[in-house]
Nanobody, 123 residues
Framework: QVHLVESGGGLVQPGGSLRLACAAS????????IGWFRQAPGKEREGVTC????????YYPDSVKGRFTMSTDNAKNTVYLQMNNLKPEDTAVYYC????????????????WGSGTLVTVSS
């Protein structure tokens, strides 16, 4: 049984940073990559990071490119999302999901989801 648990959310001022973590269990790295998504109040869920199926690189949409960075600690089965220069519009519940691939801004997979962690960017 695949199990994902997010942590690290909280309240941060605009321009600040947070690092989210997604602890994974119940599967091996062969299952697929972990991606990050977010859902702001009253808005649809959107992708934040995922693996580009064309070349295996990490994909970031324009809304977070240059500010967010995903990394992996295989020894801890944990994926991190470093978020810098946070903006009020980054306020959302952040979820990790697996597997995750993206083609032309369309996301595929995501059979398993964590319960989310809330990030609030406000002064």
């Amino acid at each position: 049984q695949v199990h994902l648990v997010e942590s690290g959310g909280g309240l941060v001022q605009p321009g600040g940073s947070l690092r989210l973590a997604c602890a994974a269990s119940g599967f091996t790295s062969d299952y697929g990559a972990i991606g990050w998504f977010r859902q702001a109040p009253g808005k649809e869920r959107e992708g934040v990071t995922c693996i580009n199926s064309n070349d295996g690189s990490i994909y970031y949409p324009d809304s977070v490119k240059g500010r967010f960075t995903m990394s992996t600690d295989n020894a801890k089965n944990t994926v991190y999302l470093q978020m810098n220069n946070l903006k009020p519009e980054d306020t959302a519940v952040y979820y990790c999901a697996t597997p995750c691939t993206v083609v032309a801004d369309h996301y595929y997979g995501m059979n398993y989801w964590g319960s989310g962690t809330l990030v609030t960017v406000s002064s």
